[in-house]
């Protein structure tokens, strides 16, 4: 049976929300544990949530996700997946590179600073963070939106329905009131 145009946008809504949560954790765990920096929030809403993580996850599943699923050989070597971990780092590159220059504007200042690394623009963008979005974006798109998949896909419409609605509230309430916390 065709799911309906409803249910997949609850879907992605839900993978948005689960990515962009797991982008924050792991911020704070680089900040915290990696790098002992001590803590700091690293979303821009009171939630815990990196929007700019939910919103690449979601580009590269539209961009990528049938293109996964293709055998492009190179003899008896199937190298899709390189060219898929090439497209991630391509594509998070430009979404971090794009999301610096809306933080900018909106707020005066972008929350990273790539400065001290090889081959930096502007401290906006870098190789190093660069591969490991490429890193990030193959568990992301190979291993955990398969699992999501797998628990989303025995769920019924109204379930998923219900917890897209009550988080998609929650996640409004915190764009609008924000700055007023």
Same mark, same amino acid.
């Given at each position: ?42 979303? *821009?809403? !009171?939630? $815990?949530?990196?929007?700019?993580? &939910?919103?690449?996850? +979601?580009?590269?599943?539209?961009? @990528? ?11 008896? *070597?199937? !190298?899709? $997946?390189?060219?898929?971990?090439? &497209?991630?780092?391509? +594509?998070?590159?430009?979404?971090? @590179? ?84």
């Amino acid at each position: 049976m065709e799911k309906s145009t409803l249910r997949k946008v609850e879907e992605l809504f839900l993978f948005f929300l689960a990515t962009s949560i797991i982008g924050w954790m792991y911020e704070v765990f680089l900040e915290v544990v990696v790098y002992r920096w001590g803590y700091s929030d690293r979303g *821009v809403l !009171i939630g $815990p949530y990196c929007i700019v993580y &939910g919103v690449g996850a +979601i580009v590269l599943l539209l961009c @990528l996700g049938k293109f996964m699923k293709k055998k492009i050989r190179i003899g008896k *070597v199937n !190298i899709t $997946p390189v060219l898929v971990f090439i &497209g991630i780092m391509v +594509i998070a590159t430009a979404i971090e @590179l794009i999301a610096s220059y809306i933080m900018e504007w909106t707020t005066g200042d972008w929350m990273w600073d790539y400065d001290r690394f090889w081959m930096n623009f502007e401290g906006r963008i870098a190789p190093n963070p660069s591969f490991r979005f490429g890193i990030g974006g193959m568990v992301m798109l190979y291993i955990f939106y398969p699992l999501f998949r797998k628990i989303i896909d025995k769920r019924k419409d109204r379930n998923v329905a219900i917890v897209a609605a009550i988080t998609a509230v929650i996640f409004l309430l915190d764009c609008i009131f924000h700055n007023q916390i």
